[in-house]
């Protein structure tokens, strides 16, 4: 009863910037915690940045003041912004969507594929 749906990947150049969306719809409890979490070739799933219903964020060292999280509650939309980006960033990024109360649970969007190359 939830879906979550990522859109916004691509190819981008070494130092250019995209944004990737993330639209959950369905049976959405808040308050709730949404976050973007990446797997490259060969490596574990890591996280990304986290932000919760009330606005706070948490991000991975590797990309604090470069990527921005954000959300809007009335949409049910999470958004990740990335600026400077490395070819190390390239990755399948997923949207996730944590609820503790209601449909308890963690759940996951299809990913989107992000490469950073010239």
């Known amino acids: 009863q939830v879906q979550l749906v990522e859109s916004g990947g691509g190819l981008v150049q070494p130092g250019g910037s995209l944004t990737v969306s993330c639209a959950a719809s369905g049976s959405i409890f808040s308050p709730n915690t949404m976050g973007w979490y990446r797997q490259a070739p060969g490596k574990q799933r890591e996280v990304v940045a986290t932000?919760?219903?009330?606005?706070?964020?948490n991000y991975v060292p590797s990309v604090e003041g470069r990527f921005t999280i954000s959300r809007d509650n009335d949409k049910n939309t999470m958004y990740l912004r990335m600026n400077s980006l490395k070819p190390e960033d390239t990755a399948v990024y997923y949207c996730?969507?944590?609820?503790?109360?209601?449909?308890?649970?963690?759940?996951w969007g299809q990913g989107t594929q992000v490469t950073v190359s010239s």
């Open positions: 932000i919760t219903t009330g606005g706070t964020t």
């Open positions: 996730n969507l944590r609820m503790t109360w209601g449909l308890r649970g963690d759940y």
